[in-house]
């Protein structure tokens, strides 16, 4: 894979995403395509290969960059996306139900952080058995990672949550999907120049013993 090093988005960069949102349509791409690539689609394909270096030697993770085109089989209204984002997952058809690092860009600013978007029941329930088998190591990646960012994970929860073991573990038996740990920065001068793929990249980083700890609950369901 060829690689460049990430020299950062620009305000031309949030120029293009706020063209795209208001003149979503092909003649309008067309004119503006070089924007596309030189101001978006490559910085951030540079930013992603940046936050993947960790994972070099890690088999089965791979990095995913999307582009702005959106499926024609799929009869979407409009013939392209708003935003554009790299995930580190695992090789695994769906993502949505694994969990994943990630970093978007809209018209409106980045974000990036961890998630498990729409994991299946039986990842929610794989994950309840272990927290119940041991809650010492759950509770330790954790800390470890909120005290590290100085963030708490969110979640959607369900509406009647599971009964805990453990009181302690009442707050994490009730979480549903959405599980989640997101830096959002909206667009201005904090986000442009080459500190934000550093940033970012640390962020990532710092995240990994989270990424690690759910896809070892979900692994099981993937063989």
């Known amino acids: 894979m060829k690689t460049s090093e990430f020299a950062g988005f620009s305000p031309e960069t949030f120029d293009f995403l706020w063209g795209i949102r208001l003149n979503n349509n092909k003649e309008w791409f067309a004119e503006h395509k070089k924007d596309y690539v030189d101001r978006l689609y490559e910085p951030m394909k540079a930013l992603g290969q940046a936050a993947f270096r960790p994972f070099l030697d890690r088999p089965g993770n791979l990095l995913k960059v999307s582009r702005i085109y959106r499926d024609a089989r799929m009869h979407y209204p409009v013939p392209y996306k708003e935003s554009l984002w790299l995930c580190i997952r695992q090789d695994v058809e769906w993502w949505a139900e694994n969990p994943c690092l990630y970093f978007e860009i809209r018209p409106e600013g980045v974000s990036y952080g961890f998630t498990l978007w729409k994991p299946k029941a039986a990842a929610m329930e794989a994950f309840r058995r272990r927290l119940a088998a041991q809650p010492e190591e759950f509770l330790a990646t954790l800390d470890s990672v909120q005290k590290a960012l100085g963030m708490e994970v969110s979640a959607v929860c369900y509406k009647k949550p599971k009964e805990a073991p453990q009181k302690e573990l009442s707050p994490f038996y009730a979480w549903k999907e959405d599980i989640s740990?997101?830096?959002?920065?909206?667009?201005?001068?904090d986000i442009f120049g080459p500190e934000l793929g550093q940033?970012?990249?640390?962020?990532?980083?710092?995240?990994?013993?989270?990424?690690?700890?759910?896809?070892?609950?979900?692994?099981?369901?993937r063989e």
């Open 181 to 189: 740990l997101t830096v959002h920065k909206p667009a201005g001068e």
């Open 199 to 221: 940033r970012a990249k640390t962020f990532l980083e710092q995240l990994i013993p989270l990424y690690d700890y759910f896809n070892f609950v979900t692994q099981g369901l």
